[in-house]
T-cell receptor, first 112, second 112 residues
């Protein structure tokens, strides 16, 4: 079945450590996105990529980094520079401009 | 100011009753508007997508309306079920780029 897969579902990290969240899609979509969701707030865009080896900062990119070496994969690294990393992270992909976004099931990151 | 405003923020309804959720947006130029359903701890799933020329679209017990002149949309849930308890997110895409504008969601709780 085609879809977009995030792993792990739950992640705990000690303060000061970097951590990488995985996002893989087999939908052959060109564009991929990372969003952060906090309670009572809408989704906020961290980074997006419209093509392999290219990515752009979103609205809240500070403290995060990404790579897009393969079309299928768009991992997100939460660095120690991110001041408040505890959140629910969602990865999405779209096949073309302005079309439906397909979301992964999310990764809940907790900093302890 | 958020480009997509949803109301009410939350509501509680009795099983079997109807409810209507509102979405007002300022995104311009407009490409399309989608309603997503997000269960707690899961990724959003698309319910409907509407373009400029469409003013009503149904998906089972969900009916979305769009007034592109007033930049308003609504999602009507008919004969609510316990499984309708979720957050409903309005997402608007602007024409010409791949950016998605998210509302904060309508939190719906259906009680028996």
């Amino acid at each position: 079945d085609g879809g977009i897969t995030q792993s792990p579902k739950y992640l705990f990290r000690k303060e000061g450590q970097n951590v990488t969240l995985s996002c893989e899609q087999n939908l052959n979509h060109d564009a991929m996105y990372w969003y952060r969701q906090d309670p009572g707030q809408g989704l906020r865009l961290i980074y997006y990529s419209q093509i392999v080896n290219d990515f752009q900062k979103g609205d809240i990119a500070e403290g995060y980094s990404v790579s897009r070496e393969k079309k299928e994969s768009f991992p997100l690294t939460v660095t120690s520079a991110q001041k408040n990393p505890t959140a629910f992270y969602l990865c999405a992909s779209t096949p073309d401009r302005g079309t439906e976004a397909f979301f992964g099931q999310g990764t809940r990151l907790t900093v302890v | 100011k958020n480009q997509v405003e949803q109301s009410p923020q939350s509501l509680i309804i009795l099983e079997g009753k109807n409810c209507t959720l509102q979405c007002n947006y300022t995104v311009s130029p407009f490409s399309n508007l989608r309603w997503y359903k997000q269960d707690t701890g899961r990724g959003p799933v698309s319910l409907t997508i509407m373009t400029f020329s469409e003013n009503t679209k149904s998906n089972g017990r969900y009916t979305a309306t769009l007034d592109a002149d007033t930049k308003q949309s609504s999602l009507h849930i008919t004969a609510s079920q316990l499984s309708d308890s979720a957050s409903y997110i309005c997402v608007v895409t602007s024409y010409g780029n791949n950016r998605l504008a998210f509302g904060k969601g309508n939190q719906v709780v259906v009680i028996p």
